[in-house]
């Protein structure tokens, strides 16, 4: 019965042994297991984490060179922002140069002249009409009337100025021009070499153009054209142009011509108005001022 009863004592102490054996070898498998299924995860995963990693370094160094990193895109930003205001500054620049270059030919043009001119400024000006029309800040406070004569100081060329247009709608203190180019304001002119007539028609891709009323009429290249005082309008002697082609038409019916005018249209900034121009005086310069004849041109 003792016996028994030792036996009985020691069974709890069997089981938990071997119950704690038990539990250390599921735990040593277990681990095992997990090593195991670790090291062929990473046999079989790594391949594919070093080809992500490839295209994922290769997008971010495409994108680096394509808008840069943010520093980067800051200091193209600086750049491009400080080469606007030089672009601009040198924009400034030019425009006082070319209107100085102006100013110097105006002063030279209303110098020692018995033409009463008076200066004016275009306004309020439409760059795409320029051509045909635009508005002077002089009016009638300033003694504009209507069809004064629109010159505008030019540099190179025989003549101090050239003809624009004419006036013809006044206010107070504005006035509106119509440019030789308006198919509203037809103008006579006469050949200077050799006496002919012609008018001009047409305004045509930055072209002046016309036609001679005698299609017998003697015309070549470079003929000096100003105004023929017919019409009323202009008086004689303004300068208009040089020709720049001579054509006829296929039926021979009539010769038409094309202009070089020394006025820049779509850059017109200051002009000339002319007063009193039945007593106009031709503004030829003397051979002394005239442009320094070119290799390969001819000057009357």
Request: avoid cysteine; proline fraction near 2%.
């Amino acid at each position: 019965m003792a016996y028994k009863r030792v036996k009985k004592e020691k069974a709890p102490f069997v089981i938990t042994i071997v119950s704690l054996l038990i539990v250390i070898l599921i735990s040593s498998q277990v681990d095992g297991l997990s090593k195991t299924g670790s090291n062929i995860a990473n046999t079989l995963l790594k391949p594919i984490e070093s080809v992500t990693y490839s295209i994922s370094s290769a997008i971010i160094d495409q994108l680096e060179r394509t808008i840069g990193s943010r520093e980067t895109r800051a200091e193209v930003l600086r750049l491009e922002a400080e080469n606007r205001a030089l672009v601009m500054e040198n924009a400034r620049y030019a425009t006082a140069i070319n209107r100085s270059e102006f100013l110097k030919d105006e002063a030279a043009a209303t110098k020692g002249t018995d033409n009463k001119y008076i200066k004016a400024k275009l306004i309020n000006t439409d760059v795409n009409s320029m051509t045909t029309h635009f508005t002077i800040d002089k009016g009638k406070v300033d003694g504009i009337e209507k069809n004064d004569i629109i010159l505008q100081a030019v540099g190179d060329s025989k003549f101090y100025t050239g003809l624009v247009g004419k006036v013809t709608e006044v206010y107070q203190t504005t006035a509106r021009v119509e440019t030789i180019n308006s198919s509203q304001n037809d103008v006579s002119f006469v050949n200077a070499n050799s006496g002919d007539y012609g008018v001009i028609d047409r305004f045509d891709k930055n072209t002046i153009q016309g036609y001679m009323l005698d299609i017998e009429s003697k015309i070549e290249e470079k003929d000096i054209l100003l105004t023929s005082g017919l019409g009323g309008i202009y008086p004689y002697g303004i300068y208009v142009g040089r020709v720049a082609t001579v054509t006829m038409t296929q039926d021979s019916l009539r010769k038409n011509i094309t202009i070089n005018s020394p006025v820049d249209f779509s850059h017109l900034y200051r002009v000339l108005v002319l007063k009193s121009s039945n007593n106009y005086n031709l503004d030829e310069k003397p051979k002394s001022e005239q442009p320094k004849q070119k290799e390969g041109e001819i000057h009357e």
